[in-house]
């Protein structure tokens, strides 16, 4: 079984930093894109930030030039700095990560539980 597990967050104020990380484990094969999304309350899932198997990097508009994302190859994971933290970018983030499992063909879709980050004064 492959499981994402997150770490991070909290509660931080306006101008303030944090940084998110997320693990996979279990039966990997490759791991393609991962990354981050976001959820705010009333709104829809949105992409934050991801990195590609070869290293490039998209980031959402809203969080260029604030927020970058690293990976670590061989441990299989992903950190999301998040600097100059506004109230708007409170949410519930999520890791996200294109997995093949061993004795599988075909790549998935693998979510984590989430983690609440809340940037308030």
């Known amino acids: 079984q492959v499981q994402l597990v997150e770490s991070g967050g909290g509660l931080v104020q306006p101008g303030g930093s944090l940084r998110l990380s997320c693990a996979a484990s279990?039966?990997?094969?490759?791991?393609?894109?991962m990354g981050w999304y976001r959820q705010a309350p009333g709104k829809s899932r949105e992409l934050v930030a991801r990195?590609?198997?070869?290293?490039?990097?998209d980031f959402a508009d809203s969080v260029k030039g604030r927020f970058s994302i690293s990976r670590d190859y061989a441990k299989n994971t992903v950190t999301l700095q998040m600097n100059s933290l506004k109230p708007e970018d409170t949410a519930v983030y999520y890791c996200?990560?294109?997995?093949?499992?061993?004795?599988?063909?075909?790549?998935?879709?693998?979510w984590g539980q989430g983690t609440q980050v809340t940037v308030s004064s």
């Open positions: 996200n990560a294109d997995i093949q499992p061993w004795g599988s063909h075909i790549q998935n879709a693998y």
């Open positions: 279990g039966s990997i094969s490759t791991i393609n894109l």
């Open positions: 990195i590609s198997w070869t290293g490039i990097t």
